[in-house]
């Protein structure tokens, strides 16, 4: 059974950085497309970063160009998302998602096309 566990959230002034980490555990074919979502009380969950692990291909949200970057650890099975120069609208919670079909691509951006996610952390910028 395949399991997405993140952690690493918390509270951190503007300007500042967290790292956060999604644990993989399972069948790994199930598991190369693994995206990054945030999500807001009464909004729906928006894109954030992907990667495809097998090849390292990586995709950015306009909004956190530059400031996030995605990363992985083949050997702890684990992908990171290190954010800096957080501001106060990144706060929300992150969620880890698996899109089981490893397709690369629109479909990445999408949380629909996901079908296995973490409980979440929360991510709280304070001005």
């Known amino acids: 059974q395949v399991q997405l566990v993140e952690s690493g959230g918390g509270l951190v002034q503007a300007g500042g950085s967290l790292t956060l980490s999604c644990a993989v555990s399972?069948?790994?074919?199930?598991?190369?497309?693994l995206g990054w979502f945030r999500q807001v009380p009464g909004r729906s969950r928006s894109f954030v970063s992907a990667?495809?692990?097998?090849?390292?291909?990586?995709y950015y949200g306009n909004y956190v160009k530059g400031r996030f970057t995605i990363s992985k650890d083949d050997a702890k099975n684990t992908v990171y998302l290190q954010m800096s120069d957080l501001r106060p609208e990144d706060t929300a919670v992150y969620f880890c998602?698996?899109?089981?079909?490893?397709?690369?691509?629109?479909?990445?951006?999408?949380?629909?096309?996901?079908?296995?996610w973490g409980q979440g952390t929360q991510v709280t910028v304070s001005s």
């Open positions: 998602g698996a899109d089981s079909t490893g397709l690369w691509g629109g479909s990445t951006f999408d949380p629909d096309t996901y079908d296995l």
């Open positions: 399972g069948r790994t074919s199930a598991t190369d497309v």
């Open positions: 990667i495809k692990r097998s090849e390292g291909l990586k």
